[in-house]
């Protein structure tokens, strides 16, 4: 099992450019997160989808977009970078959205916003 | 404001030794407390999950402990070996927003020969 894998790795943008950052996970999971870390801040969660077909806002949504594609993939969208987005994404997945069910990270996506 | 603070911000200690890391917190009331290890460049994996009735749990050299009086929960860590070296974070799950978790900005751990 691959467990969480997110594409691209790094990524360098320029100031009003978009992309979509991509995760999957094999572990049959039910909920899925989207979660962004910067210097001397913790963990901040932007989006969630606790089922398949379903998304919700986190502490931090806005100039993001997510879409559910499947029970697999949760995709992150910047349509308009921001220099402030420059950061290091974290895909996440759980067995479901349940209180004590345990978070699955993946290795990050560094995108730097010029 | 729920909040979750850790201490020390960073630590050295020598291969071998004992050390423990602190986390307060303000989030209540909390469904459970979390301690991830985050490796430099790589995504937090768990080491431990507390429901608030817990008072300890274990994983190999890892024992965490929670007072939910004091709200407050520390993690040790014994007989370091250089691979401990990491980013320790303490993370609570809101009782009513169990998908919501607040995270800590972590404590910075090097473990030196």
């Known amino acids: 099992n691959a467990g969480v894998t997110q594409t691209p790795k790094f990524q360098v943008l320029k100031t009003g450019q978009s992309m979509t950052l991509q995760c999957a996970q094999d572990m049959n999971h039910n909920s899925m997160y989207w979660y962004r870390q910067d210097p001397g801040m913790g963990l901040r969660l932007i989006y969630y989808?606790?089922?398949?077909?379903?998304?919700d806002k986190g502490e931090v949504p806005n100039g993001y977009n997510v879409s559910r594609l499947n029970k697999r993939e949760f995709s992150l969208r910047l349509e308009s970078a921001a220099p402030s987005q420059t950061s290091v994404y974290f895909c996440?997945?759980?067995?479901?959205?349940?209180?004590?069910?345990?978070?699955?990270f993946g290795p990050g996506t560094r995108l730097t916003v010029t | 404001k729920n909040q979750v603070e850790q201490s020390p911000q960073s630590l050295i200690i020598l291969e071998g030794k004992n050390c423990t890391l602190q986390c307060n917190y303000t989030v209540s009331p909390f469904s459970n407390l979390r301690w991830y290890k985050q490796d430099t460049g790589r995504g937090p994996v768990s080491l431990t999950i507390m429901t608030f009735s817990e008072n300890t749990k274990s994983n190999g050299r890892y024992t965490a402990t929670l007072d939910a009086d004091t709200k407050q929960s520390s993690l040790h860590i014994t007989a370091s070996q250089l691979s401990d070296s990491a980013s320790y974070i303490c993370?609570?799950?809101?009782?009513?927003?169990?998908?919501?978790?607040?995270f800590g900005t972590g404590t910075l751990l090097a473990v030196q020969p």
């Open positions: 989808s606790a089922s398949e077909g379903t998304t």
């Open positions: 996440a997945s759980s067995e479901t959205s349940g209180r004590h069910y345990e978070q699955y």
């Open positions: 993370v609570v799950s809101p009782y009513s927003a169990t998908n919501k978790l607040i």
